[in-house]
């Protein structure tokens, strides 16, 4: 039997591989795990439809019928119940994704396909799909991957585009949404993250404004520094007016990217920051402390090591105009920081920018300083540049005994960064300013996501000494092989354009291809798409339920969680559903103890354990790192405090918080009823939700 007819009718190679890992996980869910057992019992199967349609080509349903006869036959019913319960399950995804209108090839979960469909997937002029998951792996791959006869005429594109659609088809590896979005487009514009300047002038704001439009309706996201306008009622020479200050030119910036998104396959974000010692730093804190203003803005204070020693002291700090650099007056530090820390617990902004810790590690130092960093504050940029990110699903290279698949990572980093690389000269860059910055420092930032469910694969509970150290000791294995990756690129295409009195030059390289390399981002829907846990955040609930389509809700379940459950004996749909009230596994006295250790969610960890996670990633992150500290609704104003003091003094380059029901609107909420059954309240997860803030501003 060398073929089999697939459901869509298509013939393909038969493997007797998928017949025995099918087998192997209907015994692992009744208690068996022998794989000797599950070949055994896959030859017998292979043989009895070899024989059964001898010269003829069978189906997928008639492999899977006498799957079903040889487990009956040979006593396995236990075995044989549990594969019957899955083909059901499988035949009632297939379903409702034929509900959904989406050709599913990949064998994607719901969600997966429903982001897919809503955000990422080619649709013709009647605005009907025209394009499979496959086919959106295999036109980015493509696209990718011919760029390599820039540089070598008789590159191997074919073999290039296997590797690089291989990767996003495995969920090992996705790249940032504008890249799966436009990449093998008429628009081609690939990037996510940007930084404009916004100059104190009305020319220079509304060319900030004009550029930001272009970025945003492209798929980009903005972040500017407010720092260099002049304060509120501050004299405009030109005019014999005042100034109105940074935050009302925010509402602007704001109201233009409120009328972007509304066109657009991809809501527009932006990141507004603010130096401490700018005179209107006060208005700025509490620029979002009411609710439907700067909507599409997350705000973070830039803080200064002086003003963190003076928060400590107790002491006076100044501000200072921009205009003249003089100072205006001088403040306490402590009640600026209270200030910070109170609207932060209210509302879960501002965040904090560490603004000379960033600048210590500026890869291009003679090129000018960081001010302001991409939406969600893992790529601090220069004026006008940009960086494309990708991430890696860690929960794809970790085996069935708990061990990191080192070899195969390896090889994931290195064509991340071929991948990445080749994405700057795919691009299609909106602005010219931003092409040359980008092509002067070919800024990448190769990342993670899948951490949490790796940890849970490894046994190990996310809120733990050695949770941190396996963090760091897999971000220290990625940065170290990516540089290499980068510098074998250098050998064969060149060095960055700025390396020569780089940080690079300056410590010794002889070459390096990409200024930075590393990044932790958020992942949002890219990560839902890879149906693994977003970033490095830990789980946000174990079992919950999960807008889909048109205000459809259906029950999601951890799958590692899922097949330990089946694998001890203590599954049931009513106890899935009893986890789905809570998220939370911590207080159901069924579940094993040592199961609740491994299962805990981002509400289950004391706050310091997310900190000490992002500065162990940050250790070894040329960029920066993207990560929430969930607080709980009842956490107080010294937890905020603590967790903004203890950031700084781990050398994290940023720190944001959010405390659960701060804000109305969240896209997790508890307290949705399921199939409207108002007697039962659940967990709500919006489609997009992967994990960190709750709050759509945070999905970029």
Excluded at 25 to 41: I, M, N, P, V, Y
Excluded at 222 to 229: D, E, I, V
Aim: one cysteine or more; aromatic letters at 8%; hydrophobic letters at 40%.
């Amino acid at each position: 039997m060398a073929q089999i007819r697939k459901r869509d009718g298509s013939i393909v190679e038969f493997n007797p591989e998928k017949i025995t890992n099918a087998i192997q996980k209907a015994l692992q869910a009744t208690g068996e795990s022998k794989r000797g057992l599950a070949e055994k019992l896959s030859g017998e199967v292979v043989a009895i439809v070899g024989k059964k349609f001898a010269g003829k080509i069978p189906s997928v349903e008639d492999v899977q019928d006498a799957v079903e006869g040889v487990l009956i036959k040979k006593n396995y019913s236990k075995t044989a119940k549990a594969y019957i319960l899955y083909r059901q399950k499988r035949a009632e995804l297939r379903k409702t994704k034929e509900l959904i209108g989406v050709k599913d090839e990949l064998k994607l979960s719901v969600n997966a396909i429903t982001v897919l469909k809503k955000r990422y997937l080619l649709r013709n002029e009647n605005l009907e799909i025209v394009e499979t998951p496959a086919q959106l792996f295999r036109r980015v791959a493509k696209a990718i991957a011919k760029i390599d006869l820039v540089y070598d005429n008789e590159a191997d594109v074919e073999k290039i585009e296997e590797k690089f659609y291989q990767m996003m088809a495995n969920l090992e590896f996705m790249p940032n949404t504008p890249t799966l979005m436009n990449a093998g487009l008429g628009i081609g514009q690939l990037f996510a993250c940007f930084v404009l300047p916004v100059e104190d002038s009305l020319k220079g704001i509304f060319e900030s404004v004009k550029n930001a439009a272009l970025i945003q309706q492209s798929g980009g996201g903005t972040g500017f520094s407010f720092a260099r306008l002049r304060p509120r009622g501050d004299v405009v020479k030109s005019t014999y007016g005042v100034a109105s200050g940074p935050v009302s030119f925010m509402k602007i910036f704001d109201s233009v990217t409120n009328e972007i998104k509304q066109g657009s396959r991809r809501r527009g974000a932006n990141m507004g920051i603010l130096r401490v010692d700018h005179p209107d730093i006060i208005e700025f804190i509490n620029a979002k402390g009411k609710e439907g203003v700067l909507n599409n803005f997350n705000i973070s204070v830039a803080v200064t090591d002086e003003f963190m020693k003076a928060t400590e002291k107790g002491g006076d700090y100044s501000l200072i105009n921009p205009r003249n650099g003089k100072e205006v007056t001088k403040i306490n530090a402590k009640s600026i920081f209270d200030l910070i820390v109170t609207m932060a617990w209210s509302s879960g902004d501002p965040g904090l920018i560490f603004i000379d810790e960033i600048n210590r590690h500026n890869p291009t130092p003679k090129l000018g300083e960081f001010e302001a960093t991409n939406p969600c504050g893992e790529v601090p940029l220069l004026p006008y540049e940009a960086c494309v990110l990708a991430s890696i699903n860690l929960s794809k290279f970790v085996d069935e005994k708990g061990n990191v698949i080192w070899d195969r990572l390896k090889e994931l980093v290195w064509e991340g960064v071929h991948f990445l690389d080749n994405v700057i000269d795919a691009n299609k860059y909106p602005i010219p300013e931003t092409e040359r910055m980008v092509k002067g420092n070919r800024k990448i930032g190769l990342g993670v996501m899948g951490f949490a469910d790796a940890l849970v694969k490894m046994r190990i509970p996310y809120d733990s000494e050695r949770a941190v150290a396996v963090g760091e000791r897999l971000m220290k294995f990625i940065s170290e092989e990516g540089r290499k990756a980068s510098i074998e690129l250098a050998k064969k295409r060149g060095s960055f354009p700025n390396f020569k009195g780089s940080i690079w030059d300056n410590e010794g390289f002889k070459e390096m291809r990409n200024a930075t390399v590393t990044t932790v981002a958020p992942t949002g829907t890219i990560s839902i798409i890879a149906n693994c846990s977003g970033g490095i955040e830990p789980l946000f609930a174990v079992s919950f339920v999960r807008e889909v389509m048109e205000g459809a809700k259906l029950l999601e379940v951890n799958l590692l969680f899922e097949k330990i459950a089946r694998e001890r004996k203590f599954y049931s749909e009513e106890l899935m559903n009893e986890i789905s009230k809570v998220g939370s596994v911590q207080n159901i006295d069924v579940i094993p103890k040592d199961v609740k250790r491994i299962f805990v969610t981002a509400l289950d960890i004391e706050p310091e354990w997310h900190v000490k996670m992002q500065a162990a990633f940050q250790e070894h992150v040329d960029n920066a790192v993207a990560k929430t500290v969930n607080l709980p609704e009842k956490a107080g104003l010294e937890d905020v405090k603590r967790i903004y003091l203890l950031a700084y003094k781990l050398k994290c380059k940023g720190i944001t918080i959010y405390r659960y029901g701060s804000k109305g609107e969240q896209v997790l909420k508890v307290g949705e009823p399921l199939q409207d059954k108002k007697e039962e309240e659940h967990v709500v997860a919006n489609s997009e939700y992967s994990g960190g803030c709750p709050t759509g501003e945070c999905l970029f």
